[in-house]
Antibody, heavy 121, light 106 residues
Framework: EVQLVEGGGTLVQPGRSLRLSCAAS????????MHWVRQIPGRGLEWISS????????GYADAVNGRFTIVRENAKNTLYLQMNSLTVDDTALYYC??????????????WGQGTVVTVSS | DIQMTQSPSSLSASVGDRVTLTCQPS??????LNWYQQKPGKAPKLLIY???NLETGVPARFSGSASGTGFTLTISSLQPEDFATYYC?????????FGGGTRVEI
């Protein structure tokens, strides 16, 4: 059974940093691209970052480019999102998402349950 | 960026109704169009990929098609468990983008 378990979400002050993690199991993690997608409560979905199966191809949405860093450790079946210089606009539910493809352009065939990041003073 | 416009933003329907949702991209996305279902408090779930391919385990009452430059998701006979929000998503170009969603209500 595919499982994606996110962690690290919490209340944080503006300007601070946070690292999210996503523990994957039930599939061959090193064979697929992975993504982070966020959702403001009651709002739509926003793709924010992707990383290819090998980690050598990475993409970011403009809203987070230069502030967020996506990393994967295939040996640990774990995906990370380092979030720096957080603003109130980053407040959202963050989903770890598996792609069916090896590279970033693709679709999302399994989603974690999400971890909540609240940025507030 | 490719903007994805979904219509309507919400609709009311009854069990057994045939329901059609539309998604209009701002640019050609070729076949790279997918649909997701999200129920309250739950993560989205892939329903259809590449315009018309039904994801494994998704009931056959769901179907997807292209219509001109846009796309449609059709539920042939709405069931109680289908009341949810539906999102389209393109992967023709980065950044990957979603539509704003269509909420299907009773």
């Amino acid at each position: 059974e595919v499982q994606l378990v996110e962690g690290g979400g919490t209340l944080v002050q503006p300007g601070r940093s946070l690292r999210l993690s996503c523990a994957a199991s039930g599939f061959s993690f090193e064979d697929f691209a992975m993504h982070w997608v966020r959702q403001i409560p009651g709002r739509g979905l926003e793709w924010i970052s992707s990383i290819s199966w090998s980690g050598d191809t990475i993409g970011y949405a403009d809203a987070v480019n230069g502030r967020f860093t996506i990393v994967r450790e295939n040996a640990k079946n774990t995906l990370y999102l380092q979030m720096n210089s957080l603003t109130v606009d980053d407040t959202a539910l963050y989903y770890c998402v598996k792609s069916r493809q090896q590279y970033g352009r693709g679709y999302f065939d399994f989603w974690g349950q999400g971890t909540v990041v609240t940025v507030s003073s | 960026d490719i903007q994805m416009t979904q219509s309507p933003s919400s609709l009311s329907a009854s069990v057994g109704d045939r329901v059609t949702l539309t998604c209009q991209p701002s640019q050609d996305v070729m076949k790279y169009l997918n649909w997701y279902q999200q129920k309250p408090g739950k993560a989205p779930k892939l329903l259809i990929y590449d315009v018309s391919n039904l994801e494994t385990g998704v009931p056959a009452r769901f179907s997807g098609s292209a219509s001109g430059t846009g796309f449609t998701l059709t539920i042939s006979s709405l069931q109680p468990e289908d009341f949810a929000t539906y999102y389209c998503q393109q992967y023709a170009k980065m950044p990957l983008t979603f539509g704003g969603g269509t909420r299907v209500e009773i």
